[in-house]
């Protein structure tokens, strides 16, 4: 593959710095190149400096002229829900009638109509739907997801998901971590017992043989799985090879975010309800907090996690979507980063560095993608502003010039 030099970008955000997750001010270092540029060999970065540097070694490249703009890490979204059959619109307009999305649950919307849509779904309409996820992705900017099964909720179902998982990784640009969420509901033809002897006894070991997902999550929520099946779903899992995630603390403090740290979970993810104990329990156990602001704002609710407080605690915060059609209607990076800062008085920086670096460590990921150093993949993203912040402070707009993944223009 030809080698490729980015010039004249206003700054190039690179995101270099220590080998690890950032906690406490490193957040605001996001080492900036002015006038930047970056030499991309094979798919890889090859060099960040001054553009005027770079274009000296560019004889043979091709050249990207950022044209005065930012360049960025791709955004690595740690926290999605993208394949699923059809949207939530009912929900969404009960919702602006004042029901609660529990409510809205019992009376046969919630994740329980998504399932039903998504099992009559075929393979390759699945898929179909899903593509159109995975453009609207890397049009905002994002190259890597982490994508969750359960809408199937059955052994058949969630390979289905997994599946076309798979298949969207090979056929698309968008790099996708998969993610078994077999636990994210109870399904209405059988009891939360039997299920779960399901998800351990058969699901586990087959999804883990065919090695369909890195990670397993648990929706651990009243209703939905308590702390004692969570606990025994995510142990099997492990042991299985699985890494793990958990939804915790969404609609009530139910201890999830305690339970992530006696798991050491990679990590805990929502946390609107969790207080000063979770997130010391989490810190002590080296737990990243996944903050997911994009689920308060489309359910109408106003109790945003305390992601101030978690910096402040030395936590390494990540940022996510959440996308799903029911809690999280956006594929939308830059969306997030205004919630966070706005609703969780994150610094533009901050932000940043929870939906790019932090993020990718949290996918396992943090020696390839994540930021624009010597070695990693060139994903990355030029918008059409000329100072980060702008990302964070322009809502409802897309800022989105040009994506590139590998070296290759993909969006
Ligand atoms: O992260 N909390 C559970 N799962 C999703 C919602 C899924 C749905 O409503 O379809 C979430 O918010
Ligand atoms: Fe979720």
């Known amino acids: 593959m030809k080698s490729l030099a980015v010039l004249h970008a206003s700054q190039v955000v690179t995101l270099g710095g220590p080998k690890r997750p950032r906690v406490g001010t490193e957040m605001c270092e996001l080492t900036i190149v002015r006038d930047g540029g970056m030499l991309i060999r094979d798919g890889k970065i090859t060099s960040v400096a001054p553009s005027d540097q770079i274009e000296k070694n560019a004889s043979n490249a091709e050249i990207v002229d950022a044209g005065g703009r930012i360049v960025l890490p791709g955004f690595v979204d740690a926290h999605t829900h993208l394949v ?57 900017g994002t190259t890597t997801v982490e994508a969750k099964s359960g809408y199937g909720l059955t052994l058949e179902d ?43 006894e058969e699901m586990l ?3 883990a043989r065919e090695k369909l997902a890195e990670f397993c999550d648990v929706f651990c929520e009243r209703g939905y799985f308590d702390i004692e099946q969570s606990r025994r779903i995510l142990t099997v899992a492990r042991q299985f090879g ?37 997130i010391a329990a989490m810190k002590s156990a080296g737990v990243q907090p996944v903050l997911l602001p994009g689920s308060v704002h489309a359910l109408g609710l106003s109790d945003f996690p305390r992601g101030r407080e978690m910096v402040e605690a030395g936590l390494a915060i990540v940022i996510a979507t959440d996308f799903n059609p029911g809690s999280s ?19 533009p920086a901050e932000a940043i560095t929870a939906g790019t670096i932090n993020a990718a460590y949290s996918l396992n990921r943090g020696n390839k993608i994540g930021s624009l150093e010597p070695g990693k993949f060139a994903n990355f993203s030029i918008f059409n502003c000329e100072d980060y912040r702008e990302l964070a402070y322009w809502f409802g ?15």
Request: hydrophobic content about 35%.
């Open 329 to 347: 209607p956006t594929p939308s990076m830059p969306m997030i980063l205004s919630l966070a800062c706005t609703q969780m008085k994150l610094s």
């Open 84 to 140: 699923f059959a059809g949207n939530r619109l009912d929900d969404f307009e009960r919702r602006t009638r004042g029901e609660s999305y529990e409510q809205i649950a019992r009376a046969g919307g919630g994740i329980w109509s998504t399932v039903q849509k998504t099992r009559a779904s075929s393979d390759a309409d699945l898929l179909k739907q899903a593509k159109i996820h995975a453009d609207w992705f890397l049009k905002c």
């Open 205 to 207: 070991s087959r999804i």
């Open 158 to 200: 969630e390979l289905k998901i997994l599946r076309v998982m798979r298949q969207l990784n090979e056929e698309t640009p968008l790099e996708i971590v998969p993610t078994f969420l077999g636990a994210h509901a109870v399904p209405r033809e059988t009891d939360a017992a039997e299920y779960i002897k399901l998800v351990i």
């Open 242 to 278: 699985l890494k793990l995630r958990i939804h915790a603390d969404q609609l009530t403090n139910s201890g999830g975010a305690q339970l992530a740290a006696e798991l050491k979970t990679t990590t805990a993810d929502h946390l609107e309800k969790t207080n000063g104990q979770g």
């Open 397 to 411: 707009i897309p800022q989105t010039h040009s994506v590139y993944v590998r070296g290759r223009r993909a969006g």
